[in-house]
């Protein structure tokens, strides 16, 4: 199995609401990423856990919350979001996040609409 | 810090004609380098990484890149473009700082005509 699964894959929230991403894998990876992506953007990295551990978090607001329960799951929760967080929201995973040089596995991603 | 310029947002190719994506890096370490595919509504995929050894890589669907440390250029071909090629490519750098944490160029949209 070399796939990274996101739910859901589309998800309309207005700015009071609180809601949650999900994504899993089952390849034994234990380095796990989010990026968000603006539309004709490059992916923009947001956070890294690497053995259930956050090992980077690029300044995110804290309106996003992340989450690795395990090492196969992560998790970002959202809350008042503003319009601007409007994105497909990557997650994606790695074996270790202790190398430069690893290919990262990237899920198909959430389409997410503030309004 | 390091960065990637990719030259040119759009590229239009006819079928079977060659692609030529750009794509240059600015590194004060050796870099780990890599091309993204992004087809529609799809996450992104490796086409292929420059790691150490040959300067010349090859990918997966017919892609290959050559490493030019003297011109700082990784620049991406396929000799013969399909219909199926038509995507967004990203170009990557990674090597400092720890971790693996890539920088993305801008993108590349490319288009294969008929």
């Known amino acids: 199995d070399t796939e990274v699964t996101q739910t859901p894959k589309h998800l309309v929230m207005g700015m009071t609401n609180k809601k949650s991403l999900k994504c899993e894998q089952h390849?034994?990876?234990?380095?796990m990423y989010w990026y968000k992506q603006k539309a004709k953007k490059p992916p923009e990295l947001m956070f890294v856990?690497?053995?259930?551990?956050?090992?980077i978090n690029e300044s995110v607001p804290s309106r996003f919350s992340p989450e690795c329960p395990n090492s196969s799951l992560l998790n970002l929760h959202l809350h008042a979001l503003q319009p601007e967080d409007s994105a497909l929201y990557l997650c994606?995973?790695?074996?270790?996040?202790?190398?430069?040089?690893?290919?990262?596995?990237f899920g198909s991603g959430t389409q997410l609409s503030v309004l | 810090a390091q960065s990637v310029t990719q030259l040119g947002s759009h590229l239009s190719v006819s079928e079977g004609a060659l692609v030529l994506l750009r794509c240059n890096y600015s590194?004060?370490?050796?870099?780990?380098l890599f091309w993204y595919v992004q087809y529609p509504n799809q996450g992104l995929q490796l086409l292929l990484k420059?790691?150490?050894?040959?300067?010349l890589v090859k990918g997966i669907n017919g892609f290959e890149a050559e490493f030019k440390k003297s011109e700082t250029s990784f620049h991406l071909t396929k000799p013969s473009a399909h219909m199926s090629d038509a995507a967004e490519y990203f170009c990557?750098?990674?090597?400092?700082?720890?971790?693996?944490?890539?920088?993305f160029g801008t993108g590349t949209q490319l288009k294969v005509e008929l």
């Open positions: 994606a995973s790695s074996t270790t996040g202790s190398e430069t040089n690893e290919k990262l596995f």
């Open positions: 390849m034994g990876h234990r380095a």
């Open positions: 856990y690497s053995y259930e551990k956050l090992s």
């Open positions: 590194s004060s370490v050796p870099p780990y």
């Open positions: 420059y790691t150490t050894g040959a300067t």
């Open positions: 990557a750098v990674s090597g400092a700082g720890g971790g693996n944490k890539l920088t």
